[in-house]
């Protein structure tokens, strides 16, 4: 940046000037820069870090606006236990948490901020999570000493002029501190400071980490506040389905990491589901309030994609694909020799040789995957071919379904419906998923994550369960819940359901439902309503009967072993939990027993 856009602040809002100086007498910057958004500031950056190695260019004929970066080797993915919600009162984040107190936080985290940044520059990040002008939206301010943060924050928020033009004068926004500081892992800390409004972050470069917006202000900092204001922030990607009449019914849904929530959010129908379309409204994060009509509308409060890389593919995802062709950051994906990018599972041909996510040359033969399991791409949201015409809309889209999904090998029926909106609660708090072989720990050991949101929820998870019960009381058209699991395996550990594409099968029968359709028949179990034979259009699947059968049964022995599961994971919570979970607990043993 030149010397007169430093030091120059964009907006004459005293408290961010006060709080900016503040930061930096401890940071210790060798200069300030303002940012406005611009194209002009984002070719700038851009060549800047060119010229230090944080980013490196990339074909600029087959990938135009689009970079490469790598991360620290010791820094690729979010660190859960290095993740803290900090509250005044313990109890108030719950067992599933990691807690301090803000002032150790405060504290501890001062020394390693202090004089973090010299040498360096302080960006100073204004964004919106939402659209300008929504009810639904957030203010933040992201202070940083990484332009890869800048770049990503660009992508994945509103972010400069619009967001200065938005807050104004007033002091409601988020304060985010960031420094990658020396990228220790031993002085790496995320805290959050519910009470504060703040979130301080220091020691990492990595996405999940750093991109403040993202899960620490979307999904833990706004759970608190939504609790105290009557709304929901989830971890859930909203798509809408529209079907041969051209109605759309608008669904959220939440999986655990690395279920495909991407893919399913960007889903394309197979031939032999004609006149079916997936609009995507968002892949990752869902904001809901109760509209002045009593049903739940959800807005994406995003406004790019950061997905994972490997594994995206024509089968997988064609429109991911498509979105990532330009204007795109990658970060440790493999690169070639023409400038051009590489992931494991993309289609084509595996390049002979490339450098990898480490920076090192590489070649199929060397032993070790080219690009990191957890590479990402960062993607503008208006360049994906199916983004919905809807998804800016400052109002958001009135949702039908919820679905909770889960990876289970053998548990889990492909689709249940829930019995109420309670009992949808219950089931959304016993979601889990399997580990496969491509995660840490043991093989098979299930990891319980309610509604997705073990790693994202900012305060107790036993009071969230009440949140959720509270908001199915005050919601006078509430969304009907669902359970899928599209990773049902054979003796062999084959998934016996094809997946992708055609899981619009079940997102059909799930809008049905919906809608009241004559066809979508259910039929009851101790678990909840499974579709009726026929009531699933397999049309055009060579699905043997019998594989039908399989991917719907209900095996009690296993069911009672998973009550038993449960009861443990929700002793836990203690008193705090709300006796309807406990209730619903009861009710599902009796119910398996009869
Ligand atoms: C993500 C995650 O990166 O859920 O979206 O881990
Ligand atoms: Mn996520």
Redesign the pocket.
């Known amino acids: 940046m030149t010397s007169t856009d430093q030091n120059k602040p964009k907006t004459s809002n005293q408290t961010v000037i006060d709080w900016v100086e503040k930061m930096a007498r401890m940071t210790r910057p060798d200069s300030i820069y303002f940012c406005d958004g611009s194209e002009r500031e984002k070719e700038q950056l851009t060549a800047q870090s060119f010229t230090t190695g944080e980013l490196e260019p990339l074909n600029p004929q087959k990938l135009p606006g689009c970079v490469l970066h790598r991360t620290a080797p010791n820094d690729v993915a979010?660190t859960e236990g290095l993740t803290f919600i900090c509250t005044s009162v313990k109890e108030d984040v719950g067992p599933t948490n990691n807690w301090m107190s803000p002032p150790e936080a405060y504290k501890k985290l001062a020394a390693i901020f202090e004089g973090s940044m010299s040498g360096r520059t302080m960006y100073v990040i204004p964004f919106i999570m939402g659209v300008p002008g929504s009810s639904f939206s957030k203010i933040g301010i992201e202070l940083t000493d990484s332009i890869y943060v800048v770049l990503n924050m660009r992508i994945m928020t509103r972010m400069g002029q619009v967001a200065w033009n938005e807050l104004g004068d007033s002091s409601d926004f988020t304060r985010c501190l960031h420094s990658k500081a020396d990228l220790n892992m031993e002085r790496r800390f995320i805290c959050h400071f519910p009470e504060d409004n703040t979130i301080w972050s220091v020691g990492s470069g990595y996405g999940?980490n750093v991109l403040l917006g993202k899960?620490c202000l979307a999904l833990r900092v706004a759970s608190h506040l939504s609790q105290r204001e009557g709304w929901l922030a989830e971890?859930m990607l909203i798509l809408g389905l529209e079907d041969r009449q051209g109605r759309i019914t608008y669904i959220a849904a939440a999986f655990p990491?690395a279920c495909g929530k991407t893919n399913l959010a960007m889903l394309i129908p197979p031939v032999t589901q004609p006149g079916y379309r997936v609009w995507t409204v968002g892949d990752?994060i869902a904001w809901m309030r109760i509209g002045p009509d009593g049903r739940l509308w959800a807005l994406n409060p995003e406004a790019g994609f950061?997905g994972v890389a490997p594994g995206t593919s024509k089968q997988s995802n064609p429109n991911a694909l498509k979105t990532v062709r330009k204007n795109t950051i990658f970060t440790n994906v493999v690169k070639t020799p023409e400038d051009m990018v590489w992931w494991e599972g993309l289609d084509g041909d595996t390049p002979a040789e490339g450098i990898d996510w480490r920076g090192k040359p590489w070649t199929p033969s060397s032993g070790h995957p080219g690009a990191h399991p957890n590479a990402r791409f960062t993607a503008p949201a208006f360049q994906c071919p199916c983004i919905s015409p809807e998804w800016e809309n400052p109002q958001g889209v009135p949702i039908s379904a919820i679905i909770f999904g889960g990876r289970r090998a053998h548990l889990a029926p492909l689709v249940y419906q829930s019995f109420n909106f309670q009992h949808g609660v219950f089931v959304g708090a016993t979601m889990a998923s399997e580990r496969t072989a491509a995660q840490y720990g043991k093989l098979g050991e299930v990891r319980r994550d309610p509604m997705a949101m073990l790693p994202f929820c900012g305060y107790n998870m036993a009071d969230y369960f009440q949140h959720w019960l509270s908001m199915g009381q005050k919601v006078s058209k509430a969304p009907l819940i669902f359970h899928v699991n599209w990773f049902r395996t054979d003796d062999k550990g084959e998934f016996i359901w094809p997946g992708f594409g055609e899981n619009v099968r079940v997102l059909r029968w799930i809008a049905e439902r919906c809608a009241g359709a004559d066809r979508a028949q259910a039929r009851q179990t101790p678990i909840g309503y499974i579709p009726s034979d026929g009531a699933l259009d397999l049309s055009g699947l060579d699905i043997p009967q019998g594989t039908i059968e399989e991917l719907l049964r209900i095996d009690t022995e296993a069911w009672l072993a998973e009550v038993a599961e449960l009861r443990k994971f929700f002793f836990k919570f203690g008193a705090r939990l709300p006796a309807e979970i406990n209730a619903e607990l009861d009710a599902l043993e009796q119910r398996l027993r009869r």
């Open positions: 979010r999940g899960k971890h990491s990752d950061f």
